[in-house]
Nanobody
């Protein structure tokens, strides 16, 4: 049974920083395609940051140069460092894992998903 558990969401003021973390349980190995997605109220889900098994990253245009995705192989976690937060970053943030990336991200249909962590920027 695989499980992803996100943490780190909070309410912050614009210009602030947050660090999200996603712990993975039950996966056969660490070298998965890992990513963060987000969904704001009334909007479609969007890809935020992806990290493949070769540590190649991809970022959504709206978060480039502000967000950084990274992995900790020992702890089997993936983190998202978010700097210079803007009100438009407000959303539920989800981590997703899959065996491989397609165009930089786990294919949403097949990925394992966490329950999400709320980020609110005011």
């Amino acid at each position: 049974h695989v499980q992803l558990v996100e943490s780190g969401g909070d309410s912050v003021q614009a210009g602030g920083s947050l660090r999200l973390s996603c712990a993975a349980y039950g996966f056969a190995r660490n070298s998965y395609c890992k990513a963060w997605f987000r969904q704001a109220a009334g909007k479609e889900r969007e890809a935020v940051a992806g990290l493949d098994s070769f540590d190649i990253t991809k970022y959504g245009d709206s978060v480039k140069d502000r967000f950084t995705i990274s992995r900790n192989i020992t702890k089997n976690t993936v983190s998202l460092q978010m700097n210079s937060l803007k009100p438009e970053d407000t959303a539920m943030y989800y981590c997703a894992h899959y065996l491989y990336c397609i165009d930089g991200y786990p294919p949403p249909t097949y990925a394992a998903w966490g329950q999400g962590t709320q980020v609110t920027v005011s």
